[in-house]
Each structure stands twice: as structure tokens, then as C-alpha cells.
């Protein structure tokens, strides 16, 4: 200490200076990135989804830190342009003659009310199957009326080469078999591509026994997926 007139310390009695220190084993709380972008939507028509993620990054929690709270994916729906229709079926009328094919008399017909995919053949009376799956077939057979007797009229649906069912209409069985008569069945059944339906086993020229109203329809019920 100055004494006896002794003169003071020069300069200044204060300094600082910036330090700092390692901190060891603190704990650091996770915390969310930012969403990524929306993927593109799943389907390429109809209805869909699309997802976007996060990742907890931002930072990691670290020694035994928190991790963070909430969803890590999110989903949404999207839509993208309509689904063309899975459709297959036909309507044929006024049976015209047969076609021979294999061995196999085909009824056909000259007239089409309803088409869509044209997997029905109007010059052969065979439906081809294209898309797999359940389908309904129905026949409606109309007995010719005439001047004369016509006894009966009858064919058989079939699938390839089996026999699927008998349809006839025999209203009399006597001379007073000269006026209208009708019958109609149905079936559904599975088809996979390539499998055939026609009407064949029939009892003689359609001219001759059957009316023009006679039909053939079917139509896909359920696509096999």
C-alpha cells in the first residue's frame, strides 16, 4: 500500500476475460425436423393415399434426454383421375342360324341390343371370356308361332364343351301347339380368360321354331382382383 506521500498503484485494479468449461453427461430433449415433402399418390386412378415423415433430429436426444413427442408419419387420402369401368356384357336377339365350329353347331344371332368389350362374337354365338370372374348368363327362348304345329323348342348352354343347362319350352303335347310360348333361365357362374359360353344342341333351323325375341345376355358380375 502506498504510504508517506507514496504515490498509487498505476493501471487498472479490474480485469475479465471470456472462459468456459466442458459440460459432461447433460441430458439434450430430441426435437422435430421439418415434414418432407407429400409422396406421390399411390394409384394411378381412383382413390389412394400418400404419406409424408419426420425424423426427430432436430436435435437427438442425447444422455438419456427426452425423444419427442407426436408422429413421426402422417397419411392422407388423394385421388387421382377416375378408373376406367372392369366391364364385360352383351345383348344379342333374333337368332339367325348356326355356325359349325370343332364339330360344335353354334347358335347365332342377327341382332345386338347391347355390347361392351365386344367379347361376344355375333358371327360365331360364342362369348370369350376376357377378364376372369363371376359372370350371369341368361337365355330366353320364344317358340315360334305358326299355322302348323311346332312342337317344342330347346338348347343347352355350355362352357367349353360341358353342358351347363338345358333350357326348353314344350307348353302342349298335342296339335294345339301352334301359338306363342316362352321360357327363360339363368346361371352364374366363374370364368377365366379364354373359357367360352355359346347355346348349341338345338332342336332345328331357328326360322322354323324359334321367334325372333329369342335372347342370349350376359354380363361380369365381380372381377376377379
Not at 385421388?79 to 359349325?100: D, G, L, R
Not at 341382332?111 to 360365331?124: A, E, L, N, P, R
Request: with cysteine; glycine share 8%.
Amino acid at each position: 500500500m502506498p504510504e508517506n506521500g507514496g504515490k498509487d498503484c498505476i493501471g487498472e485494479s479490474l480485469q475479465s476475460s471470456q472462459c468456459s468449461e466442458v459440460l459432461v453427461n447433460c441430458s439434450v430433449d430430441g426435437q422435430w425436423a421439418y415434414w418432407s415433402s407429400w409422396t406421390s399418390c399411390d394409384v394411378t386412378c381412383g382413390k389412394g393415399r400418400r404419406l409424408r415423415t419426420r425424423r426427430c433430429t432436430s436435435p437427438m436426444p442425447e444422455n438419456k434426454g427426452k425423444d419427442c413427442i407426436g408422429e413421426s408419419l402422417q397419411m392422407s387420402q388423394c385421388s387421382a383421375v377416375n378408373c376406367p369401368a372392369i366391364m364385360s356384357a352383351f345383348s344379342v336377339t333374333k337368332p339367325s342360324s348356326y355356325t359349325t365350329i370343332n364339330g360344335i353347331n353354334k347358335l347365332t344371332f342377327s341382332s345386338t341390343i347391347y355390347q361392351f368389350g365386344y367379347h361376344f362374337s355375333t358371327s360365331t354365338g360364342t362369348y370369350t371370356c376376357r377378364l376372369p370372374g363371376v359372370y350371369h348368363f341368361s337365355v330366353t327362348l320364344v317358340k315360334k308361332r305358326a299355322s302348323s304345329r311346332v312342337d317344342r323348342v330347346y338348347c343347352k348352354l355350355y362352357k367349353n364343351r360341358q353342358s351347363l343347362i338345358y333350357i326348353e319350352v314344350d307348353p302342349t303335347d298335342d296339335s294345339t301347339d301352334n301359338g306363342h310360348a316362352a321360357i327363360s333361365q339363368s346361371i352364374v357362374i366363374n370364368l377365366n380368360v379364354g373359357d367360352t359360353v355359346y347355346l348349341t344342341e338345338c332342336n332345328g333351323s331357328p326360322s322354323t321354331y324359334m321367334e325372333h325375341w329369342t335372347s342370349f345376355t350376359g354380363f361380369l358380375l365381380y372381377h376377379n382382383n
